[in-house]
Nanobody, 127 residues
Framework: QVQLVESGGGLVQAGGSLRLSCAAS????????LAWFRQAPGKEREFVAA????????YYADSVKGRFTISRDNPKNTMYLQMNSLKPEDTAVYYC????????????????????WGQGTQVTVSS
């Protein structure tokens, strides 16, 4: 069973950048599809990006495509989300999520598809 801890959130001006990290422990990291979700106040949790077990496949929400990059370092048991050209509408709590899989395809975009979640890290983008 994997445990996930996010870090790297903070306050940044519009147009700026942040890199989030998701450190995993307690499981075989390379056996999990991973994803980032976010939740703004008063809104449902929404998909941001996903990455396959090996990192060879990625998928992005249209709202972040071209600005965010998801990656993972399996030997370091860590996943990243590089966020560039941030906008005020990117303000949210960002969560990392994991889904155990035996397959090489990237995971889904729905929150119930992921069994393990971190506690979240706040990202605030000021205008």
């Amino acid at each position: 069973q994997v445990q996930l801890v996010e870090s790297g959130g903070g306050l940044v001006q519009a147009g700026g950048s942040l890199r989030l990290s998701c450190a995993a422990s307690g499981g075989t990291f390379s056996s999990y599809n991973l994803a980032w979700f976010r939740q703004a106040p008063g809104k449902e949790r929404e998909f941001v990006a996903a990455i396959s077990r090996t990192g060879s496949s990625t998928y992005y929400a249209d709202s972040v495509k071209g600005r965010f990059t998801i990656s993972r370092d399996n030997p370091k048991n860590t996943m990243y989300l590089q966020m560039n050209s941030l906008k005020p509408e990117d303000t949210a709590v960002y969560y990392c999520a994991a889904d155990y899989t035996m397959y090489g395809n990237v995971g889904g975009t729905k929150a119930p598809e992921y069994d393990y979640w971190g506690q979240g890290t706040q990202v605030t983008v000021s205008s």
